[in-house]
């Protein structure tokens, strides 16, 4: 949050973690990528599929969370994904439903989502195993790389509803439904 956001009363609570997933077009026939071929896909040096199929990138603007959470995997990720972006005619998705709709649409695709939305939109995408971990919430802890942290804002003059629905997300109930559509629960 912005220091403005936080002087007005604002408050900030961190809810749950989803793995951020590397997905495909259901139709290219990968099931595991690992975080160097992750990097050559961005970095252009992987430009086809096993089956021969063209890598069509779906991007995230520079300035997106998204974007940033995956150039924070490795610095040879983080120098393949701006080299991506200047790339002409690159495939830019505004929003996280953009993103995953073109993946969707586009052959031979490849770009990221949280396992969350893919879980609960229950998506037609090919969700790959990173460096041969399977991306659930439990091996995150252990094993997964790289997630995206989710969280709640309030205002300290928020309605009870707006409290009491905040409240819900660390409820057994709540934390309950987290857990189940891909989350880890904090």
Do not use: C
């Not at 002409?88 to 439903?97: H, K, L, S, Y």
């Not at 939305?117 to 460096?131: G, R, S």
């Not at 309605?159 to 009491?164: G, W, Y």
């Amino acid at each position: 949050m912005k220091a403005e956001e936080k002087s007005r009363g604002a408050v900030e609570t961190k809810y749950a973690r989803s793995p951020y997933v590397f997905i495909t077009h259901r139709q290219v026939n990968k099931e595991s990528i690992t975080i160097k071929e992750v990097e050559q896909l961005y970095g252009g040096k992987i430009k086809k599929w096993p089956d021969g199929k063209q890598v069509r990138l779906v991007m995230r603007p520079e300035s997106d969370s998204d974007t940033k959470l995956l150039r924070s995997l490795s610095p040879g990720i983080d120098q393949a994904v701006l080299s991506a972006i200047r790339q002409p005619e690159m495939n830019f998705a505004v929003t996280d439903q953009d993103s995953i709709d073109m993946v969707m649409k586009i052959p031979g695709s490849f770009g990221g989502a949280t396992q969350t939305q893919v879980l609960t939109e229950k998506l037609p995408v090919k969700v790959l195993a990173l460096d041969g971990v399977q991306p659930k919430a439990k091996t995150m802890k252990e094993a997964y790389p790289i997630w995206k942290e989710f969280y709640i804002v309030t205002l300290g003059n928020s309605s009870e509803a707006a409290k009491d629905f905040a409240a819900f997300f660390s409820s057994p109930a709540g934390r309950k439904i987290l857990a189940a559509n891909g989350n880890q629960p904090l």
